[in-house]
């Protein structure tokens, strides 16, 4: 519905590329389940790419994506692909932690959250 109120024609759209898409394409480096050159799912936002990881995380409930939501998946898979860490900050309850744990269980990576 969002994508035919924002007039989404071709795949090169922002409104399209900013949300997290999933392809089946070569590895450009090892992962934890391919060796580079072999074919795996590879989830993308925008320019930034990231191998998906095939870990079993469970059956448990998803977020309702909000635009906070995706502005934090877009900065996290970003810093992902850069071989960076993340660390949100902000007002307690506001969800950061949950949202980090749900885009690491849409890219199939555990998520271990230290609170210090």
Do not use: H
Request: glycine share 8%; net charge neutral; with cysteine.
């Amino acid at each position: 519905r969002t994508m035919v109120k924002a007039k989404v024609e071709t795949i090169g759209d922002f409104e399209w590329i900013s949300q997290l898409r999933y392809y089946w394409q070569e590895a450009w480096k090892d992962g934890q389940a391919c060796k580079e050159g072999e074919p795996t799912a590879v989830a993308r936002i925008v320019n930034a790419r990231c191998l998906y990881g095939y870990e079993y995380l469970g059956n448990s409930m998803r977020l309702v994506i909000t635009q906070l939501t995706d502005r934090c998946y877009r900065t996290m898979i970003s810093a992902i692909d850069l071989l960076y860490g993340g660390a949100p900050e902000g007002p307690a309850g506001t969800g950061k932690t949950e949202t980090v744990k749900d885009l690491s269980k849409a890219v199939a990576i555990q998520c271990v959250v230290f609170n210090c």
